[in-house]
């Protein structure tokens, strides 16, 4: 099956400055890279993804890439904001057995005032 | 539009113990996912239904079951509770499967004693 690392897993910032976050995945068939955002006591919501056809996609202060040759796609959060604290979560599908997603184990980002 | 909902939101049950838990997809989406979270095994897929099929299973015990109903709402099940079954428990929706994207509802607190 697919197996998917991230680091690091936990990452403090001062407010203003960029945080990013790095996943591999080791499936060549995956083709489908979803980073999600989890508060404290809520479920995970998706902030932004991306598909094995683009090599990045952006939206405002958030980005993704993905370099499929070296099989990993890394979050890039810029002018970071406390309201970013939380964990974070990539995850892999390929697609074409359902919507089985892999995912990483997770980053717990804190943005220092 | 209102998201995916999941009842209950905290349960306790003792070892031994069944339990169901509910979940209603967005309106429109015909998948429904279940994940396990917990601290030390993160998300992990359980099962996934599509059109009252089960299209995926991930590596659980028989002892975990879910089913999809016509409206596309779905329950699962988890039979003679052990102590490691406690766990927040996350059903995700999406349009259709094969890659779609997923989104989370709040999740089902379990704890079992």
């Known amino acids: 099956g697919e197996n998917v690392e991230q680091h690091p897993s936990t990452l403090s910032v001062q407010e203003g400055d960029s945080a990013v976050i790095k996943c591999t995945y080791s499936?060549?068939?995956?083709?489908?890279f979803p980073w999600y955002k989890q508060e404290l006591g809520k479920g995970p919501q998706l902030i932004i993804d991306?598909?094995?056809?683009?090599g990045e996609k952006k939206d405002q202060r958030i980005a993704v890439t993905l370099n499929k040759t070296a099989k990993h796609f890394s979050l890039h959060i810029t002018e970071t904001q406390p309201e970013d604290s939380a964990v974070y979560f990539c995850?892999?599908?390929?697609?074409?057995?359902?919507?089985?997603?892999?995912f990483g184990t997770g980053t717990s980002l804190t943005v220092i005032p | 539009k209102a998201g995916v909902t999941q009842t209950p939101r905290y349960l306790i049950k003792t070892r031994g113990q069944q339990v169901t838990l509910s979940c209603s997809p967005i309106?429109?989406?015909?998948?429904v996912s279940w994940y396990q979270q917990t601290p030390g095994q993160g998300l992990q897929f359980l099962f996934e239904?599509?059109?009252?099929?089960?299209?995926n299973k991930g590596n659980f015990p028989g002892r975990f079951s879910g089913r999809q109903f016509s409206n596309s709402r779905s329950e699962m099940n988890v039979s003679t509770l052990e102590l490691g079954d406690s766990a927040l428990y996350l059903c995700?929706?999406?349009?259709?499967?094969?890659?779609?994207?997923?989104?989370f509802g709040e999740g089902s607190w379990l704890t079992v004693v």
């Open positions: 995700a929706s999406s349009l259709d499967t094969g890659g779609n994207t997923i989104y």
């Open positions: 499936d060549s068939a995956s083709n489908y």
């Open positions: 991306i598909r094995s056809n683009v």
């Open positions: 995850a892999a599908s390929k697609g074409v057995a359902g919507n089985q997603f892999y």
């Open positions: 309106s429109g989406h015909r998948s």
């Open positions: 239904y599509f059109s009252e099929t089960q299209r």
